[in-house]
């Protein structure tokens, strides 16, 4: 198996999925940065950007959590 497989693999892995997560929780402190920005400047503008990168960060953690649920619904040994 070469290297690009094996990464491609590992996206689709637990291990992979776990670390999707957490690198999504790293961005949600940049989310909450610039919702803390754009009030104490009255940006209607920039809160609207940042509301909407906080609602595409929910979504893409909903669906690597359903993700990580369907694997690991396949694992026999955990019924």
Do not use: Y
Not at 9 to 14: A, D, I, T, V, Y
Not at 30 to 40: C, E
Not at 46 to 73: C, H, Y
């Amino acid at each position: 198996m070469s290297s690009i497989a094996k990464a491609k693999g590992f996206k689709h892995s637990k291990p992979g999925l776990w670390l999707s997560i957490g690198t999504s929780a790293f961005g949600a402190v940049s989310v909450v940065k610039d919702v803390r920005k754009a009030r104490s400047e009255n940006d209607t503008l920039m809160l609207i950007n940042a509301l909407v990168g906080a609602a595409a960060l929910i979504t893409g953690t909903a669906l690597l959590v359903r993700e990580l649920k369907r694997l690991g619904d396949d694992d026999v040994l955990l019924g």
